[in-house]
Structure formats: C-alpha cells, structure tokens
Nanobody, 126 residues
Framework: QLQLVESGGGLVQPGGSLRLSCAAS????????IGWFRQAPGKEREGVSC????????NNADSVKGRFTISRDNAKNTVYLQMNSLKPEDTAVYYC???????????????????WGQGTQVTVSS
C-alpha cells in the first residue's frame, strides 16, 4: 500500500530555516513525481513545489521561488523540501503527494497528485 509520511515541521522564527522530509513506503518512489503542498487556516490547499521522477525538473510556486528547494534521494525513497528565509505567511500544514508518471522529467499539474501524507505543521512566528 502506497504511504507517504511527512516530518520536519516545527516552530521557527522569521528568517529561519526548516527541512521537511517525505518518506515513502510500500512503493518505489522513483516511479513517481512528488509534490509539496500547504494549507493555511481558512485557505485552500496550494501547490508549493514539484520534482520529477529523475529529479531533473523542478517547479516552485512564485511565493517560494528563491527560498524553497525541493530535492529527492531515490535510494532512500525520500523527498525533501529545504525552506529558507521563512516568513509568517509560510505558516501552514505541509503535505506531500505522489503522482505516477511515465515521463522521467515531467512535473504533472498539481491537481493530478494524490496519495497524500498526513501533513506536518510549520509555524513561522517570533
């Protein structure tokens, strides 16, 4: 059974950094593109970052460009989201999700992702 588990969230001051992890079990991660999403209280879930199967293609939302970096280690079946220069508006529950794709260097549309993890809370506050 496909399962994703997020970790690494916490409380951090503005300007600080966190690294989130998305660990997969029950399937080989290298057959899937992986997306990171977030949902703040009272807001809709939004796509933050995506990485292709090979890791050769990544996309980032405009709100996080230059601050967040997505990467993957297929040998460890894990995807990471390095978040730097965090702002209070980054506060949200962060989720990862998977999308099987035939193409090695494609990031699917965010609406195509499924198999969600349980989420990890990120709070940016002084």
């Amino acid at each position: 059974q496909l399962q994703l588990v997020e970790s690494g969230g916490g409380l951090v001051q503005p300007g600080g950094s966190l690294r989130l992890s998305c660990a997969a079990s029950g399937f080989r991660l290298d057959y899937y593109a992986i997306g990171w999403f977030r949902q703040a209280p009272g807001k809709e879930r939004e796509g933050v970052s995506c990485i292709s199967r090979s890791g050769g293609n990544t996309n980032n939302a405009d709100s996080v460009k230059g601050r967040f970096t997505i990467s993957r280690d297929n040998a460890k079946n894990t995807v990471y989201l390095q978040m730097n220069s965090l702002k209070p508006e980054d506060t949200a529950v962060y989720y990862c999700a998977a999308k099987w794709t035939f193409f090695h260097d494609m990031c699917p549309p965010y609406e195509d992702f499924g198999s969600w993890g349980q989420g990890t809370q990120v709070t940016v506050s002084s």
